[in-house]
C-alpha cells in the first residue's frame, strides 16, 4: 500500500492576525525612526535605548527584548564591528563615522514585530557605505521569494544570491556572517523554522498564504567568521571589520510579500 507523503507548511496567519502583526510592527518602525533621529555624536547607545522603550511604552506595546533570556535592553545596539545582540551601555558613545545597527522589537495584543536598520553617524567611509547600501538591497531581493508555494530555502537562496550579486553592484567585498539568519515569528519572537541567510533552493517546509518570517541578512566586510564577547550576548566579527544587518517581519500573502514592519 502505497502512501502519500504529507506536505509541511509553515504555520498561516489569519488576515486578521496579519493586521495585529502589522500593528506591532508598525511600533518598532516608529521606535526606530525615534533612534536613528536621536542617534547623533556624543549619545550613548543606552540614551538610544531609552529612546527605544518610552517610544514602545507610549503606544501601548511593551518592548520584546527586555528581559529575553535575561537580555537588559529593549534594542540591541550593534556598532562598527558589532554583528548583532550588542547590549546598550553608557560606555558605548557614538562618534561621526560609526555604522551603528538598531534591531527591535515591540509586543502588542501579543503579537509581536521584530526588524533591524544599520545606518552612519554623519559620512561614512566609503567601504562601510557601499556594505551598508548591499546589505539593505539584499534584504530587499531577498524578501522578493516569501510568496505562496515557494519553499523555506528559496528565500535563503535568494538572500545568497542577492548578495553574491550586491557584491558586484556595490563594489564591495561582502560575506555572509556564519551561524545567524532570520526565523518564524508571531506569538513569540523567535519560532520555527531556522532561515539561513543562504543555501539550496527547494528545501523545507512549504511557504503558506499567511505564512510570516523574520528576515535578517547579516553581512560583513572582512570574514564570515564571529565570536561571542563575555557577556555571552555581543556577536562581533573574528577579524574587527565592520558588519551590517537588516530585518523585516514578512508576511507571504496572494498579493506578494507583505512588510509588516514598515518604517513610515
Not at 504529507?6 to 516608529?30: N, Y
Not at 555604522?99 to 503579537?111: P, Y
Not at 505564512?211 to 574587527?240: F, R
Request: net charge negative.
Amino acid at each position: 500500500m502505497a502512501f502519500r507523503k504529507r506536505r509541511r507548511t509553515m504555520p498561516v496567519r489569519t488576515a486578521g492576525e496579519l493586521d495585529a502583526m502589522q500593528a506591532a510592527g508598525e511600533i518598532v518602525g516608529k521606535a526606530l525612526q525615534a533612534v536613528r533621529a536621536a542617534a547623533e555624536p556624543g549619545v550613548s547607545t543606552l540614551e538610544l535605548d531609552a529612546v527605544a522603550e518610552a517610544t514602545i511604552r507610549d503606544n501601548g506595546a511593551v518592548p520584546t527584548f527586555l528581559g529575553y533570556h535575561g537580555f537588559p535592553g529593549s534594542i540591541c545596539s550593534s556598532v562598527n564591528d558589532v554583528i548583532v545582540h550588542g547590549i546598550p551601555d553608557a560606555k558605548t558613545v557614538l562618534a561621526p563615522g560609526d555604522l551603528v545597527s538598531i534591531d527591535c522589537g515591540a509586543t502588542l495584543d501579543g503579537w509581536v514585530g521584530d526588524s533591524a536598520w544599520t545606518f552612519g553617524i554623519g559620512e561614512l567611509d566609503e567601504e562601510s557605505e557601499r556594505l551598508n547600501d548591499a546589505t539593505a538591497w539584499v534584504l530587499a531581493e531577498g524578501l522578493k521569494a516569501m510568496i505562496p508555494g515557494n519553499r523555506l530555502t528559496d528565500v535563503s537562496h535568494a538572500l545568497g544570491e542577492a548578495t553574491a550579486r550586491a557584491a558586484e553592484k556595490f563594489g564591495v567585498t561582502l560575506h555572509i556572517v556564519d551561524g545567524y539568519g532570520g526565523h518564524g515569528i508571531g506569538r513569540e519572537m523567535h519560532e520555527d523554522p531556522y532561515l539561513a541567510n543562504e543555501g539550496k533552493p527547494g528545501r523545507g517546509p512549504f511557504i503558506g498564504e499567511g505564512s510570516v518570517l523574520a528576515i535578517e541578512p547579516m553581512l560583513a566586510t572582512g570574514t564570515p567568521d564571529s565570536t561571542v564577547l563575555e557577556d555571552d550576548w555581543t556577536v562581533v566579527t573574528l577579524d574587527g571589520s565592520r558588519a551590517s544587518h537588516w530585518e523585516h517581519t514578512v508576511a507571504a500573502t496572494a498579493d506578494g510579500p507583505r512588510i509588516l514592519t514598515p518604517r513610515y
